[in-house]
């Protein structure tokens, strides 16, 4: 267990450096010139050369870059346009996007895993064919269109929920929680509809193995059989596909946000492009890159715990 | 002469009579059949634009601004009074470019750098597992966004965007199937045989691979399709007046309240558009990939 573990840690933190300077030269790469933007109307020569040698970019990239890197693991990550800190506007939308998240893995939670065994079960019944059907809907429906329709639907015409805007938990958890019901259920269709493919295949497969047919031939009522010995096993792929799905997370968060105008880390993301803010857009990245590589770490570990086959063959193919 | 005919027919080549197998198994399943019909209708829509749009997308009429359907305008106006089928009709050109060009690009990088790794090992495979990492850690909307944001915003550019963030995933497909096909009894053969490795490769490995990789396909381009309606949507695309599914959506939202159709139109079209290449991926996937027959 040692020595994967260490393996794994060092691919990680190998993945970590080439994505630190993957963000830097793209940030470098985007148009625009930052001092211009720093500026604003003042284009003096004089002032442009003040404000790029205050930001160090008349230093060579090497050395930009290793200044950077050097802050950043301190946690600072400079000041964006407004002479804000990039770390604590991260710091303050994160949890917002977090919130939003964790509502909208437990939706597609609870729909995927409910709906994938559901189906298993009844294979070939009209119950099966109701959530494939519900799981290619989801995989094809665009989710910020989705979201645009339930704003219509339940905000404009029904005027149940809120368009859009967030309250946090302290102030108001009812509103918190009636402002999050959208979004959060735009964002967590996609994983649900990928969670319930890969539970109801798991499930089936679990079903013809070996050990449930020993199971029910110990007597087991039905009930524990699914629940005990053919779920438990389909659940280790799960924490597989929430990994792998943690980037379309994101994405998802990143238009969802935009949509139900959330001031949360997504919004920042687009926001930062728009305005062309090359500090705040590297520290945005660079954090979404670092909560990546650590969430699928801590996934392939859970996995390597909860199937040890793993541990020993390296990732499974 | 009818000697000749019945032998054709009863001794068709292995070949011939493999490919007759998969259409029958194909048709045997109405979704994937309905699919493939829907999508070849999109991709109809797409090249024959002109021709079906009853306007010119970009025609606007001032005395017919946000009107519903009527005879003359079957999905009715939207904010500029241009006519809503003939810029759904013309944004098919946009969606299915983007998805399938996208597509293709994206093959083009990942089949030849996840064949080499998975097929030579050695020194390469590493870098290129590393690399895909990398640029997997970075979600595929931030990597598209970011790309369009630097390349600026364009369709070309927005499908240069998609392709190359649709990479790593089928980059780690094709070094895992050559990885597995290189340890095949008969491609063991072909090396004692002394065949050479660009031989092997051509000859072997990725003709074993076709299937997957079009499996693959199939379900990358309704990801890109849906991919260049977000790009659009956000002003990272298509850009206005040029008709596209994701610039309808985006110039439709200040007019929820008052014309929700101008949302659910272009909406509807996407969905239909990637549901259709959703359906014949999985089909293809029943038919030319039994194993994971589900």
Known sequence: MGGFLLRKVGAALIVLFLASVLVFVGARALPGDPALALGAEDRDPAVMEAIRHKYHLDEPMPLQYVRWLGLALQGDLGTDQRELSVAHTIVTRIPITLELSAFAVLIGMVIGIGSGVLAAVRRGKPADYASTTFALVGLSIPHFWLGIMMIIVFAVNLQWLPAGGYVSFQDDPVENIRHLLMPAIVLGTGLSAVLMRQMRSSMLTSLDADYVRTARAKGLSEWSVIGKHALRNSLITVTTVIGLQLGALISGAVITEQIFGIAGFGRLTIDAINQRDYTLLQGVVLVTAVGYVFVNLAVDLIYSYLNPRIRISGRAA | ?294
């Open chain 2, 1 to 294: 002469m009818s000697y000749v005919d019945t032998a054709a027919a009863t001794e068709l080549s292995p070949r011939a009579r493999r490919r007759r197998l998969l259409r029958k198994r194909f048709l045997r399943r109405p979704l994937a059949v309905l699919g493939l019909l829907v999508a070849l209708a999109f991709v109809t829509m797409a090249i024959f634009a002109p021709a079906l749009a009853p306007y010119d997308p970009t025609e606007l009429d001032v005395t017919a601004i946000l009107e519903g359907p009527t005879r003359e305008h079957l999905l009715g106006t939207d904010e500029l009074g241009r006519d809503i089928l003939s810029r759904i009709v013309y944004g098919a050109r946009a969606s299915i470019l983007a998805g399938v060009l996208a597509t293709l690009l994206a093959m083009a990088i990942a089949v030849p750098i996840g064949v080499t790794a998975g097929y030579f090992r050695g020194w390469l495979d590493p870098i290129v597992a590393r690399v895909t990492d990398v640029v997997l850690a970075f979600p595929f909307l931030i990597l598209a966004v970011g790309l369009a944001a630097i390349l600026g915003p364009s369709l070309l550019n927005a499908t240069i965007a998609l392709g190359v963030g649709a990479a790593p995933g089928l980059i780690r497909v094709a070094r895992g199937e050559a990885l597995s096909l290189r340890e095949e009894d008969y491609v063991r053969a072909a090396i004692a045989n002394g065949a050479g490795d660009t031989s092997i490769i051509g000859r072997h490995v990725l003709p074993n691979m076709t299937n997957t990789l079009i499996v693959q396909a199939t379900v990358t381009i309704p990801a890109a399709i849906i991919g260049e309606a977000v790009l659009s949507f956000l002003g990272l695309g298509v850009q206005p007046p040029t008709p596209s599914w994701g610039v309808m959506l985006s110039a439709a939202q200040p007019y929820v309240n008052d014309a929700p159709r101008l949302a659910l139109v272009p909406g509807l079209a996407i969905f239909f558009c990637s549901l259709s290449f959703n359906l014949l991926g999985d089909g293809l996937r029943d038919v030319l990939d039994p194993r994971t027959t589900r």
